[in-house]
Structure formats: C-alpha cells, structure tokens
C-alpha cells in the first residue's frame, strides 16, 4: 500500500507557516518508518531539487516554476499555485504511481490536507472513476482549520472523499456546516519527545528564577488570545510577580496591534534576533534584558530552542480562543511543560491532571490556577509528569496505528 500526502506546506523552510508543516512531516516519517511507500507532494523551495529522499520519504516539490515568482514563501502567489497543484498532479500521480501499480493489484492511499488542495481531490476522483479504479484508491481530506471553508464545495467533496479533521472541537464545526468528519488526531514526531540540554534548561531557569517566566509561541492572530497574554502579564506585574513573557509570533500585522497593546499597559517590551541556533541561541538573546517584561523573538524558534523554553517556563501560555488542535500545547507536554491550553477544549488536555486549562478569558482565572500549582511543587511535579505520558499518546505511530489505519477501508469507493 502507497502513501500519498498532499499539502502546500511541507518540511522545507520556505513551505513552513505554521502546524501543517510539522502534522505532514511527521506523517509522512511515521508512515515511511512503519514500512509504508510515502510520497509527500508540496509547495516547496524552487531552488531545490524537485524530487528528493528524506528519512524514507519521496519529497516532490510541485509548482516551482510559480514559486521562482514569489520568493516571500508557501502562501505567496497562492491561488496560482493552488491551481496549477490542482490541475497539473492528478494526471501526473494517475500516469507515474497510480495506473501501473493498480493493474498490478497494489493499492493506494490519499490524505490531503486543507482547503487549497479541495479542487486537486475532486480532479483525482474524477480521473480515477473514468478509469474504473476508483475503489482501489483511499481518499482522505483533512481539515485543519476553518481557513477557506467558505469556498468548498462539501456535498461534492463527501463524494470524492472521506472527511476527517483534528478534534471534537472541529468535528462540531464542521457538523454545522453539513460535514461528518472523522477525528483523526494530529501526532508528534520522535524529536518532539528529545530531551532539551538539562544545563541549558538549569541556566534558563536560574536566569530568572525570581521571576514567572511565561512562554507563549503562535502566529500573531486574534484567535491565538495574545491580547489575553498581555493582559495577564499586566495583572501579574501589577500584584508584583515580576512576569516576563517570551513570545514568538509571526509575520502577521495583529503582532503591531499586540506590542502597542503591551505598551500601553506600561510594559517594558524588547526584541531580539537569535544569532544562534538551539538553546545556546535563546540563552543569549535572553540576555541583559535590562527589566524587560515582554522579550519579542523575531527569530524562527528550531525544535530544541522550543524544547528548552517549553521545559524551562514556568507556564507555556496556548491559551486560543479558537484553538483546532493546540499543537504548541502538546509540544510543550511532550518535554513536560506545564501548558495552559484556552477555552476551545483540547482534547488531550485534562483540567488540573496534565495541564491548566482556562474557561474565560478573564487574566484572574490564568493567575488563580498559576498560584495554586505555584504554591504546591508536588502538584507541579504531578502535571509536569502525566502531561508526558498523555503526550506520548500522540506520537503518530500511535496515531497510525489506532485512527488512521482502521478508517482506510471507509474511504475506498
């Protein structure tokens, strides 16, 4: 049985924006891991070679040619690429993996990701019915945003797929709008789970051992509650905690909009670059901060860097109002991290057993919770420890094996 994994967002940086790229990523090296053909089709760098082996998994960068124009990234130039995907790798799928192997008896399966890839699915379907296959064929598309639902077709897309996305939470948006989807979680990768460097986490710690160090990594979106942030490091200030919150947004103009926010509520906020990698680079750019109560990252955080400041803060703030999955809070459980996941109800997240969770959004409620597990570090401990064990729960071979693996036969037509 053959892999395919369909995305814009891939493992290269310049098809990296968000939690796609790291859900396809370790997807596609689970599945090649367990012994499966894996091919992952995306938008990738134009100045890399088209066709590359990564890990046991085939990587097809489609649509260079468009993104030699557009050098700001994925999502740049999107809707042309998001035609020329469409049009352009069905046919070539059914010519070079599909149509031999299927007369040979071998079968396939597809899991697409997001609205862009839609019309691309419906292109396969088609293809594969007018050769009489289509039952040899899985078809999965997965959904995990509400980011372009206005312009899908989902009657039409229930025909040519089996819907799934990443959580109840989802699940019941989605019910509203006519679709049934299936849960089938996001998962970690193995280096979600590698241990940070325990002298740079001591280090970090020390750092600013009197002080509450919170941690909070997303892009700068209104949905991901930064204002909320803002307000409960005003609040902590303000009953003489000393907050010092380290953020990491993105390109997004609400980040503007965040730091004149934090401002105006008389916080003393810095930026800095990461001049290196990994945790040796957020030790430094933590540096002589010089009172500061916002430390602003502008630099992309790698897998350790994130590792160390998740392990080391006191809170990792993913408090989301509209939260699909809560990757980061997840991520941060992995290297036991207490999280604070939002009000959108994560479904790993269990209030007072592996994590904090707010129901409001009032900044008491956060502080409320924060001076309880503050004031008992056996109950910290107890939170730190399970939230691994419930992380480990999500390693995608676990996810493979329980959610996917079970649900292909739905998707044969």
Partial sequence: ??????????????????????????????????????????VGDPDRPGHDRRNGVELHRWCQWISRYHPGGVYDGEEGKRLDYASSLP??????????????????????????????????????????????????????????????????????????????????????????????????????????????????????????????????????????AVAIVEELKHRGSRPLLVARGGVERHGAEVMAAAQSAGLHVVERDLADPGAEGLLRATADINGADVVSLRSPLDGECRRALFQGASVVLANSAHEPFGLVGLEAMAVGGLACTGYSGEDYAVPGRNALVMQTSSPREFIGLLERYSADPAANTSLRDAARVTARLYAWPEIIERALLPHISLADR
């Fill in 1 to 42: 049985m053959q892999f395919h994994v369909l995305s814009f967002e891939g493992p290269d940086q310049y098809a990296q924006a968000g939690g796609i790229a790291t859900r396809v990523w370790g997807l596609s090296e689970s599945l090649a891991e367990r012994g499966f053909p894996t091919h992952l089709w995306f």
């Fill in 91 to 228: 046919p070539y799928l059914w010519t070079n993996f599909f149509q031999q192997a299927l007369q040979l008896g071998d079968s396939a399966v597809v899991l697409a990701e997001e609205w862009q890839t839609v019309d691309c699915v419906l292109h396969l379907d088609w293809l594969l019915r007018m050769a009489g296959v289509r039952e040899r064929v899985s078809i999965f598309w997965n959904a995990n945003n509400t980011f372009g639902f206005e312009r899908i077709d989902w009657q039409r897309l229930a025909k040519a797929a089996v819907i799934t996305t990443v959580s109840r939470y989802m699940k019941q948006l989605m019910r509203g709008l006519g679709a049934d989807p299936i849960v089938i979680h996001n998962g970690l990768g193995r280096d979600a789970y590698e241990e940070p460097d325990p002298a740079a986490v001591w280090a970090l710690r020390q750092r600013f051992h009197d002080r509450t160090l919170l941690s909070k990594v997303g892009r700068w979106d209104p949905d991901k509650n930064w204002l909320l």
